[in-house]
Structure formats: structure tokens, C-alpha cells
């Protein structure tokens, strides 16, 4: 099995060969989306909703997303791997932003790291990138920054907002980003963005002319139903699944059906012989 390389997504773009991408947040889940063969697994900071019930990305600190990281690297063996700074690991300083993306490498097993921002960012991803940690770009809705853009809306619908988005996108190339997540950004944007790039563009919400496209594992899994954007696609309802296998061991458990005898283990006859005689009257 080898590992997927960023090498391997820029020569996907080349081809036009969609790349895939999804989040995993722990071991087994790492297996599952490895298993896939998903070319790149992010562990987003989405696992502040997904994984710890809060409100949004922001509150998700350095120290549970490098936890979530190495227990993602513990599972998957092919993927490339994408660590998610968390918000303020890498806005009020390039020095500890430096620090911090090193961090994922080196404690998290991760394979790189993704930051949020567009141009205002280019110089945090310049140090990232010159000092050996490769960086993928995150334009658009940027969950981190939801309360500036006024909640979670599509960005670049006007000319003028589409051009900022082209100008981000070509400014965090330049300091270095080997790709950039296009986040609910209008199709034919997102698709010339994608056209002037050398780099790959990773779509979610961003329509068929990314070079590839990401979902969140619960969300297309149906895991997660707090709020479900227009974006995704729920290719299973586990939810519902998985509400039933419990219901379904609750009950059996009440009526005393579970377990039996093929989920026991057996004795010796004479050693439970020996065990009932010395012990029946005490």
C-alpha cells in the first residue's frame, strides 16, 4: 500500500482525475475512510460539532485537535493526511503559527496542515511552507470566521467579491499552498478559480469544476442531523440504523433474550463441580 503523496494530487489535476477527500476524526473512523482509498483524510475542526457537541469551530483548541489527529494517523496507512489549525493557532503571530503547524507534524503524524484566510494569510503560509510543513488554503466560508461574514453564507455571488476570492486564491499559491478547499463558493467561480490555479482546488459547495471535492464523514453518513447545508450529499443513514440496534439490544436485554448461550463461556463440568461442592454452603 503507498502512501499518497502531494505529488500524486498534482499529477490528479493534470489528468483531470477527481481527487476525494473526507474528514475522520478517530482511529476507526480512519480505517473506514482509508479502507476507501479516499486520497486525503482531513482532520477538521468540524469535530468541535460533530465529535464535542459545540456550536461552532471556534472554541476547538490546539491540544483536542493534535489528540484527534494522532489518533486518525494510528488508522490510516494510504491517505495523505491534513491537519485543521484551529482558530487563533495561527491569526496573531507567524512565529507561533510555525510552531503550531510543526506541532501536527510532529506530535500528530499528520501529513500537512490546512488554515483558513485568503491573502491576509499569505505570510503565516509563506513561514509554514519555508520552514517544511506544507499547507493547504481554505477560501470562501470560512467556518472560523462565520461571525465576520454574517453566518454561513455562499461567498463571491457579486463581481467584485468572486475577483477577491480569485486574487486569495492566487495570492496563497504564490506563498506556497499545495491546494485550496473552495468552500460554498457559486459554481462557475469556483470553476475559473480552479482553471487559473497549477494547484488543485478541493470543492465543498463549490460545484463540479473543483479538482476534487470533500464531505464531513457524518454528514455523509447521516451521522449528524443538528443542521445539514445544501451541499451535502447522505449517502447512508446510519443515525437511524444505529437507533435501532440499540432499541433493538435494549430490548432483548429486558426480556432476557440477551445474551445466550453463544455469547458465554463455558466451564470445565469437573472444575464447576469442584467450584459448586466448596462453595454451595458458604
Known sequence: MRKT????????????EPI????????SSALLVDG???????????LGMVMLGLDSTVPVTMDEMLHHCRAVARGAQRALLVGDMPFMSYQADVAEAVRNAGRFLKEAGMDSVKLEGGQEMAPAVRAIVNAGVPVM????LTPQSVSMLGGYKVQGKTAASA???LQDALALQAAGCYAIVLEAVPEPVAALISQRLAIPTIGIGAGAGCDGQVLVYHDLLGLFDKFQPRFVKQYANLRQVIGAALASFRAEVLAGQFPAGEHTYPMDEAELAAFLAQHRDS
Not at 500524486?8 to 483531470?16: A, E, I, V, Y
Not at 476507501?36 to 468540524?46: F, K
Open 137 to 140: 488554503g481554505h477560501i470562501g
Open 20 to 27: 476525494t477527500m473526507l474528514t475522520a476524526y478517530d482511529y
Open 163 to 165: 475577483a477577491r476570492l
Open 36 to 46: 476507501a482509498e479516499i486520497d486525503v483524510i482531513l482532520v477538521g475542526d468540524s
Open 5 to 16: 503523496t502531494i505529488l500524486d494530487l498534482q499529477q490528479k489535476k493534470g489528468r483531470d
